[in-house]
């Protein structure tokens, strides 16, 4: 396609979205897209891809045949690959329009649908979903911010529906913006991950399940996974 000086260029050592393939494209706008796969210096990308795919594991477990699935926030849209083999009608939000456009190219054929969404300002219908991911999306957004989110997420699972969301652990011991992670704006502790679920969900239907992992900033850190039954 060219020079890639008037380019957007997308992934590459970026650490704020995972592409795993690289595409070139014309975006709707007309801008010139360029995207790498991420390859982050001095990061072991073969444990950071299959740490982030691996996230999905949790929600394939509640997946089944022509169950809706709504993946917020999806990133780069990998995810509709890895739970293809379950035939799900896969639904994938993401507020990077330009994102939201290379999933479509990339993913689209794995019965999957796109579209941008805001963590901050969710606007989803209500009992649309069976299932409901939201994964290392929580921590992108203050605080103050988060009740409205599980909220939403809760009134989109019809009855008996699960929401799986996942989040890192603030290192600090207090909630608030990362010290080791710009984009991380909103972390929590377990007691008040737990906390925020609890508000929307009845607290005997969430298990909260933990895995120790070293993150793209080299840190070593508790993930948090909070799977949460709405009650039917």
Do not use: W
């Amino acid at each position: 396609m060219g020079s890639d000086e008037q380019a957007l260029l997308l992934g590459g050592s970026d650490k704020e979205r995972l592409y795993l393939k690289d595409d070139e494209f014309v975006s709707e706008t007309g801008t010139r897209v360029v995207v790498k796969a991420t390859d982050i210096p001095g990061v072991d990308m073969r444990d950071t891809v299959a740490r982030h795919k691996a996230r999905y594991f949790q929600l394939g477990l509640f997946c089944r045949p022509d169950l809706r699935v709504l993946d917020f926030p999806c990133g780069s849209g990998y995810a509709a690959e890895i739970l293809a083999p379950l035939h799900i009608n896969y639904n994938g939000l993401d507020f990077d329009k330009t994102t939201v456009e290379y999933a479509r190219r990339i993913y689209g054929r794995f019965r999957a649908d796109y579209a941008v969404g805001d963590l901050c300002n969710p606007e989803l219908a209500p009992e649309s979903y069976d299932v409901v991911g939201c994964i290392e999306g929580l921590e992108h957004i203050e605080l103050d911010r988060q009740d409205r989110l599980i909220a939403a997420l809760h009134d989109a699972l019809v009855p008996g529906g699960v929401l799986v969301v996942s989040s890192p652990e603030a290192r600090s011991g207090v909630s608030g913006p990362s010290a080791d992670n710009a984009y991380h704006l909103g972390e929590l502790t377990r007691t008040d991950f737990l906390s925020l679920l609890s508000r929307h969900f009845n607290p005997d239907d969430i298990e909260v399940v933990t895995q120790e992992a070293t993150l793209t900033t080299g840190f070593r850190n508790t993930c948090l996974f909070g799977i949460c039954h709405k009650s039917a």
